[in-house]
């Protein structure tokens, strides 16, 4: 593994895992602050104690989301300093402006964890919601900031100068709305699949029935709106891709002969040397009509890329199916459920539909990890897009293997750790939470 | 716009020190304990400083932000020749982070809160450290951009006696803040005695780095004695802040909780502002004089004033709310135990 090679998984691996938790720790405090609303209004205990449960859950990823955020921060320049050089003034914007949205977070959800029979309650249960909307600002700031590297703006580059900066419009870039509603959607999917799936689970195998419905009920109702929405704001994304960054549209569809009325490629395995597509289902017309919104618009394929400038095909296209295919799949649950909900209230209490949401559980940030992938792969090999090139901004300095090896063997263990405290909360359920009287602490 | 950006950037660094370095303080002085003692520390220790625990970690993030944003030269410098030192904190600041959640939100109590402790205490010893190694090496001059070998270009650039000395400095000062912190949250007399003598252990510990940074700047011709005491303001600085010793001894004696924790946050100030403002603005000293200047330095226009926008109107969110937290927490002290 060289060194460059080495730089870039570190950073691969370090936001892969900030994803997970950052997500979890922006979307968590929605559902809680719902289950808290239901125990205020209809003073059921039952929802009092979800609120608590979730509460630590929150806390546990609040926390490793907030380290792993702050190497990020760290990470930008330790392993990218040429990048930062240039580009900290002109995308630092979102970074300055998500540093209020996320020191808000922290002072919000201090008063929220230790804030239990000590302020109004409603005052309490606001702290939540702040908890919960700065999160999810801060989500779409760091987002737009990465939609900057994929439409940089806001600058004059001329000569290997970057000059007249304007952070405002380079904030405000072609990407940022797309990139971050996609993002803010995926969030809500992947927690509350996430969250629904253990719930179910626990259903399903007759523990708390009572407490673990009412916290299935919340997470799912979240997952599956989101589900439902997703689709919708990946085909503005598309659209968007299609105009911005034809090279990264026809590497996730590993779309390789530039046509018009393209056919919408469904599976298959790429071969880049034939520059063909085995074993694929094929729509005519298709991917003219998702990216141009017309069957028979033309459809920029890699043969118009220079090679030196073309983004792995392979990895992204995998990536974008896997990422699509999930999303349709959950879209189905959530419809599933939805029909359950409305016309067949008797599938609500059947095995099978919990069986798929445990199915599920994983689906939403496997989805979210292979989103990410498609838009840092397709970016390749640009960092900032048509501009800079990855490889020119990767530190100068040598062994950095050797840092992304003690990086993984840190994120490893921490994951690790991280399950088995959520399997000790779960498992502590009914003496920590599921009993009618006394709470057994204050926190 | 600039020197508003500059003042935030002082003051974060100097909150940083305040409010994280008694976060890290905390785990110093469980480093510090019997292992007796060790399970009364850390109750006093987590509701002291419980709620406010990820708040003083944003001051950190706040400065990595004003650098890169508004001074990218700079940021990218050290990035490349202190990263060593600043894996080293960052790898410190993740474990103790999440050991300190860890060990309090695992729903059961059994022998892995004994790894969480002790991950917790050794990072809480190695961040600081690390920390001042890094603010150490900024001034010592030894980051070399024309450096071609692995060495001096990035070992050499911090691995020296005066970068280590301010380190182990750092650590006694965080510890020393935690101890006097606490000293206000503990609820009896014992307590109140056992925090107190762990501060002037601190206090004792501090004055003894102090005196070895002078040493080491010294060997390895750093001109430290002329930065503090060359000009009226930084002798008047040291002076206030030595000056301010006594009471500061006397306090600790008298249990004053709110005197003390005036009087230790001064004298960080102090010692920061005596450290700093000789060579202002120059903020990283290069091997063979030259230097990176925060002028010189900062970024485009365009870029310092929306930066100094941002801060501005994230303080008015940030400082009330702030302010609010840790005055509640202060006030109503937890009624259940």
Known sequence: ??????????????????????????????????????????????????????SKGVAIFFATGAVSGTVLSFELGLLWPTFM??????????????????FIEAIALGFFLYGWNRFNPWFHWFTGVVV??????????????????????????????????????????????????????????????????????????????????????????FGTVAAILQPVSGDLSAKDIAQRQPAKLAAMEAHFHTEEKAALIIGGIPDVKAKKVNYAIKIPGGLSFLAHGDINAEVTGLDKIPEQDQPPVAVTHYAFQVMVGLGMIMMLIALLYFLALWKKKSWLRSKWLLRLFIIATPMGFIAVEAGWTVT?????????????????????MPGIVYSFYIFTAVYLSLSFIVAFL?????????????????????? | MLYVVITYLWAAILLYLLLGGADFGAGIIEFFTSRRNRGRTRRTMYQAIGPVWEANHMWLIITIVILFVGFPKIYATMSVYLHIPLTAMLLGIIARGTAF???????????????????????????????????????????????????????????NGFSLAVGLFTVCICGFLAAVFIIGETDNAEDRLFFTRKAKWM???AVLCGVLVFAASYIENIPLVDWVFGKPAGMLAIAAASLSLPFLWYGLTRGKAIIIRLLAGFQVCMILFAATYRHFPNIVLLKGGGHLSLIEHQGQEKTIEALAWALLIGSIFILPALFYLMYSFEKKKPQEA
């Open chain 1, 1 to 54: 593994m060289d060194d460059f090679f080495a730089a870039r998984s570190q950073m691969a691996l370090s936001l892969g895992f900030h994803i997970i938790f950052a997500c979890i720790g922006m979307v968590m405090p929605f559902f809680m602050a719902v289950a808290h609303y239901k125990w205020l209004r209809t003073g059921n205990e039952v929802y009092r104690n979800v609120t608590k449960a979730w």
């Open chain 1, 85 to 102: 050089e240039h580009a900290g003034p002109i995308f630092g914007m979102p970074f300055s402006l998500e540093g209020t949205a996320f």
């Open chain 1, 132 to 221: 919960g909307i700065s999160g999810l600002v801060s989500g779409i700031l760091v987002v737009a900031a990465n939609a900057w590297m994929n439409s940089p703006a806001g600058f004059d580059y001329v000569n290997g100068q970057y000059l007249n900066i304007d952070p405002i419009k380079a904030m405000f870039n072609d990407a940022w709305f797309t990139q971050a509603l996609h993002m803010s959607i995926a969030a809500f999917v992947a927690t509350g699949f996430a969250v629904a799936g253990i719930h179910a689970l626990m259903i399903l195998k007759g523990r708390h029935v009572a407490f673990h419905s009412k916290a299935f009920r919340i997470a799912a109702a």
């Open chain 1, 376 to 396: 840092e792969v397709g970016r390749q090999p640009w960092i900032i897009n048509g501009i800079m090139r990855t490889a020119d901004a990767v530190t100068p």
């Open chain 1, 422 to 443: 959520l399997y000790r909360q779960i498992k502590m359920v009914d003496r920590l939470y599921d009993h009618s009287s006394e709470q057994p602490e204050a926190i």
């Open chain 2, 101 to 159: 959640v860890f060990r309090h939100y695992d729903a059961v109590k059994d022998d892995m809160q004994k790894l969480y402790n002790r991950i917790f205490i050794y990072s809480s010893v190695i961040t600081p450290l690390f920390l001042g190694i890094i603010a150490a090496s900024t001034v010592s001059g030894q980051v070399d951009l024309q450096a071609k070998d692995f060495l001096s270009a990035y070992i050499f650039s911090w691995l």
């Open chain 2, 203 to 205: 206090i004792v510990s």
